[in-house]
């Protein structure tokens, strides 16, 4: 197991190296140049120029890559904006702020986005579905089915302004989204975030609703589960020792990766709320063309779904004996 | 005495009659395509202590039947109607709760494929162990220990550690054996073997019969064992009966029906056997035509159109029109006559099966 992990480990560095040189490479592939969106009305020749001698980006494109590198892994006091430790990715062209200072400001958001709503719609989202595969065929299967269909088609730009537009300024039964700090007030937290939760996991409610039914329904079709039937065991036995655990491969697979670019950031959703998380902050990267914040964005996501992607296939040992031995 | 249909009637009170008596069971499923009649009229009985062999094609309706004896059919898409008398006790009007109690304790199964047959997520010992808990009120640690009796009992050495393991730990012919530990747990009356040697090779095979005989000896139960290898049910059943097409063609002891079978299509079996002693280069003969569907079974005999003989029997068309009953005991749902059915087994099948 330690070895899998390892090996694991080491192949999401791999990864994550070969991501950030990608990025690299794209940025300096698109004709955008920084210089222009920070030097203002004073335009000219000479001051672009000096702009690019101070980010640097007018030594070659293999050099800048080796700096970026180095300080990420050694941190630099090269900066005029003052000392960077590692990890250190430096500084935003738009903000001249600290780009890792940055993002563990910004993820408080996107963590407490993330986990309520993954709460919601786990809960919400297999118990319907386990409903609907245990009353197979029934009018209440047939409803859950069909809601889980319609809400599916849904996209949280539609839901999300509905909700605002409804639940906030007209009735105004609930705070406007914001996000308040845990530790200041648990329950302007709670009543800041609970719309986005809400949105935010009726989408994936249903997606887990459908999941759940087809794969218990699979399970239930096992000739393993019709033997512990035959030797008497009762029907909710069968069907939460037996059939569930099979189950739990699929949602648990699926649920790894939407968790790891949850948070890496739930653009969409983010900017429906006006939420300061990870998401939107990705989104400000790319329009000022702000390459040290872009590349802090990129890899602090990827590192996420790498991560979960090392987390849910330690949990397949622990679900299935079949995967611990081999 | 032997297995064989008596007249219909009230039912027996418990411990005097047959320990299953099927009557007149019809069991169809509702599919997109129409209705399956999956068992047609089928009657038997089986008694304490003895083995009845269904042999038949797939889609005979030989483990609908028994899956039906258990309870285990979807009731939202299955009606069953008939009567299934396990010691006297109506099963098919019985209710779920009851049937629960039944299962894994008086009437136990063990099927095909041991590998998809025993759940991959828990261990021998826990699969074995949870059927005694439930059945016979033991606590975790003596069903643990009463499995470690039942994996020793079917031959698996050193129990006491192989309990822990999981079923993929198992060789093939193992996990055979754990699947006959888990079904013998509670000392069931009834036994049924739903193709418990196909997967295996040969070798294991013959063990895991002469285990089943052995256990069948010690525990007293009676056992009906599903196959389409007429081999192995001459080495196990006592009597024999043949479906087709949802119901039974023909039946009588193991003896009988094999040396003097009197329907066309147990002809037809016997003759599609390969022999070892025969010509290399010699062809098999199978059955003309195939198994028929049983959304729209053929009318009169259901063996009609793949029969050969059918031109013999007297009255044009009668097999196409009439459907042949089975008489109870020795018997053969065949028009042709007693005498026809003697003088061309002797004359024309024997010589060509050696």
């Given at each position: 197991?330690?070895?899998?992990?390892?090996?694991?480990?080491?192949?999401?560095?791999?990864?994550?190296?070969?991501?950030?040189?990608?990025?690299?490479?794209?940025?300096?592939?698109?004709?955008?140049?920084?210089?222009l969106?920070?030097c203002?009305?004073?335009?000219?020749?000479d001051?672009?120029?000096?702009?690019?001698?101070?980010?640097?980006?007018?030594?070659?494109?293999?050099?800048?890559y080796?700096?970026?590198?180095?300080?990420?892994?050694?941190?630099?006091d090269?900066?005029?904006?003052?000392?960077?430790?590692?990890?250190?990715?430096?500084?935003?062209?738009h903000?001249?702020?600290?780009?890792?200072?940055?993002?563990?400001?910004r993820?408080p958001?996107?963590?407490?986005?993330t986990?309520?709503?993954?709460?919601?719609?786990?809960?919400?989202?297999?118990?319907?579905?386990?409903l609907?595969?245990?009353?197979?065929?029934?009018?209440?299967?047939?409803?859950?089915?069909?809601?889980?269909?319609?809400?599916?088609?849904?996209?949280?730009?539609?839901?999300?302004?509905?909700?605002?537009?409804i639940l906030?300024?007209?009735?105004?039964?609930?705070?406007?989204?914001?996000?308040?700090?845990?530790?200041?007030s648990?329950?302007?937290w709670?009543?800041?975030?609970?719309i986005?939760?809400?949105?935010?996991?009726?989408?994936?409610?249903?997606?887990?609703?459908?999941?759940?039914?087809?794969?218990?329904?699979?399970?239930?079709?096992?000739?393993h589960?019709?033997?512990?039937?035959?030797?008497?065991?009762s029907?909710?036995?069968?069907?939460?020792?037996?059939?569930?655990?099979?189950?739990?491969?699929?949602?648990?697979t699926?649920?790894?990766?939407?968790?790891?670019?949850?948070?890496?950031?739930?653009?969409?959703?983010?900017?429906?709320?006006?939420?300061?998380?990870?998401?939107q902050?990705?989104?400000?990267?790319?329009?000022?063309?702000?390459?040290?914040?872009?590349?802090?964005?990129?890899?602090?996501?990827?590192?996420m779904?790498?991560?979960?992607?090392?987390?849910?296939?330690?949990?397949?040992?622990?679900?299935?004996p079949?995967?611990?031995l081999s | 005495?032997?297995?064989?249909?008596?007249?219909?009637?009230?039912?027996?009170?418990?411990?005097?009659?047959?320990?299953?008596?099927?009557?007149?069971?019809?069991?169809?499923?509702?599919?997109?395509?129409?209705?399956?009649r999956?068992?047609?009229?089928?009657?038997?009985?089986?008694?304490?202590g003895?083995?009845?062999?269904?042999?038949?094609?797939?889609?005979?309706?030989?483990?609908?039947?028994?899956?039906?004896?258990?309870?285990?059919?979807?009731?939202?898409?299955?009606?069953?109607?008939?009567?299934?008398?396990?010691?006297g006790?109506?099963?098919?009007?019985?209710?779920?709760?009851?049937?629960?109690?039944?299962r894994?304790?008086?009437?136990?199964?063990?099927?095909?494929?041991?590998?998809?047959?025993?759940?991959?997520?828990?261990t021998?010992?826990?699969?074995?162990?949870?059927?005694?808990?439930?059945?016979?009120g033991?606590?975790k640690?003596?069903?643990?220990q009463?499995?470690?009796?039942?994996?020793?009992?079917?031959?698996?050495?050193?129990?006491?550690?192989?309990?822990?393991?999981?079923?993929?730990?198992?060789?093939?012919?193992?996990?055979?054996?754990a699947?006959?530990?888990?079904?013998?747990?509670?000392d069931?009356?009834?036994?049924?073997?739903?193709?418990?040697?196909?997967?295996?090779?040969?070798?294991?095979?013959?063990?895991?019969?002469?285990?089943?005989?052995?256990?069948?000896?010690?525990?007293?139960?009676?056992?009906?064992?599903?196959?389409h290898?007429?081999?192995?049910?001459?080495?196990m059943?006592?009597?024999?009966?043949?479906?087709?097409?949802?119901?039974?063609?023909?039946?009588?002891?193991?003896?009988?029906?094999?040396r003097?079978?009197?329907?066309?299509?147990?002809?037809?079996?016997l003759?599609?056997?390969?022999?070892?002693d025969?010509?290399?280069?010699?062809?098999?003969s199978?059955?003309p035509?195939?198994?028929?569907?049983?959304?729209?079974?053929?009318?009169?005999?259901?063996f009609?159109?793949?029969?050969?003989f059918?031109d013999?029997?007297?009255?044009?068309?009668?097999?196409?029109?009439?459907?042949?009953?089975?008489?109870?005991?020795?018997a053969?749902?065949c028009?042709?006559?007693?005498?026809?059915k003697?003088?061309?087994?002797?004359?024309?099948?024997?010589?060509?099966?050696?």
């Open positions: 197991m330690l070895r899998f992990l390892v090996r694991r480990f080491i192949g999401a560095v791999v990864i994550l190296f070969l991501l950030s040189m990608v990025t690299f490479v794209l940025f300096f592939g698109v004709p955008r140049d920084p210089a969106l920070m203002g009305k004073t335009c000219n020749p001051s672009i120029a000096n702009i690019h001698h101070v980010l640097g980006l007018d030594k070659p494109i293999t050099e800048q080796g700096i970026f590198l180095h300080n990420l892994v050694m941190g630099s090269q900066f005029a904006q003052g000392p960077c430790p590692a990890p250190c990715f430096g500084y935003s062209y903000t001249n702020e600290a780009v890792w200072g940055t993002l563990m400001d993820l958001t996107t963590v407490s986005l986990l309520g709503a993954a709460v919601c719609f786990l809960l919400v989202g297999l118990g319907t579905g386990l609907a595969a245990w009353r197979r065929g029934t009018l209440i299967d047939k409803t859950a089915t069909a809601g889980a269909m319609v809400i599916s088609a849904l996209q949280i730009y539609f839901l999300g302004p509905l909700a605002l537009a906030v300024y007209q009735t105004h039964w609930f705070d406007k989204p914001a996000y308040n700090p845990v530790s200041q648990p329950v302007s709670f009543t800041g975030l609970i986005p939760w809400v949105v935010l996991s009726t989408i994936f409610a249903a997606q887990y609703t459908r999941m759940a039914r087809s794969s218990m329904i699979e399970q239930l079709q096992e000739e589960v019709r033997t512990a039937r035959a030797k008497g065991m029907r909710a036995y069968v069907f939460f020792r037996y059939a569930w655990r099979g189950s739990l491969i699929p949602i648990v699926i649920f790894g990766i939407d968790l790891g670019s949850l948070f890496g950031g739930a653009i969409i959703t983010e900017y429906t709320f006006s939420l300061p998380g990870l998401g902050l990705a989104v400000q990267s790319v329009f000022f063309s702000d390459l040290p914040l872009l590349l802090g964005v990129m890899l602090f996501s990827a590192s779904i790498l991560l979960f992607n090392i987390i849910v296939d330690a949990l397949y040992a622990f679900i299935d079949r995967v611990r | 005495m032997t297995t064989l249909t008596k007249e219909a009637g009230a039912p027996t009170p418990a411990g005097a009659g047959p320990l299953l008596s099927v009557r007149d069971l019809h069991v169809s499923f509702k599919t997109e395509d129409g209705i399956v999956a068992v047609d009229g089928l009657s038997f009985d089986l008694e304490r003895r083995t009845l062999g269904i042999v038949g094609e797939s889609g005979s309706g030989k483990s609908v039947t028994n899956l039906t004896i258990l309870g285990l059919h979807n009731p939202m898409f299955t009606t069953v109607e008939g009567e299934i008398l396990l010691d006790r109506e099963l098919t009007t019985a209710r779920e709760s009851e049937l629960e109690k039944l894994g304790n008086k009437v136990a199964m063990i099927f095909q494929d041991p590998l998809t047959a025993l759940s991959p997520y828990y021998v010992g826990r699969q074995i162990a949870e059927p005694y808990m439930k059945h016979n033991a606590s640690k003596e069903a643990w009463r499995a470690v009796e039942m994996l020793g009992k079917v031959g698996i050495p050193n129990p006491v550690e192989r309990a822990k393991d999981y079923p993929h730990q198992f060789s093939g012919g193992m996990r055979q054996r699947m006959i530990a888990m079904a013998l747990v509670c069931p009356d009834l036994l049924i073997a739903d193709e418990p040697t196909t997967a295996l090779d040969v070798t294991v095979q013959a063990q895991i019969l002469d285990l089943l005989k052995d256990l069948q000896q010690e525990f007293g139960s009676g056992i009906i064992f599903i196959t290898d007429l081999g192995v049910i001459a080495d059943a006592d009597d024999i009966m043949v479906m087709y097409a949802g119901g039974a063609v023909e039946r009588g002891t193991t003896g009988e029906v094999l003097a079978p009197r329907h066309p299509y147990t002809w037809g079996l003759n599609s056997m390969p022999r070892l025969s010509d290399l280069g010699a062809p098999l199978p059955i035509g195939s198994p028929p569907s049983l959304l729209t079974p053929p009318s009169g005999c259901r009609h159109p793949r029969c050969t059918q013999r029997v007297e009255g044009t068309g009668r097999c196409v029109r009439e459907r042949p009953l089975l008489a109870p005991d020795r053969s749902a028009h042709l006559t007693a005498d026809q003697r003088t061309i087994f002797i004359e024309e099948i024997k010589p060509r099966l050696g």
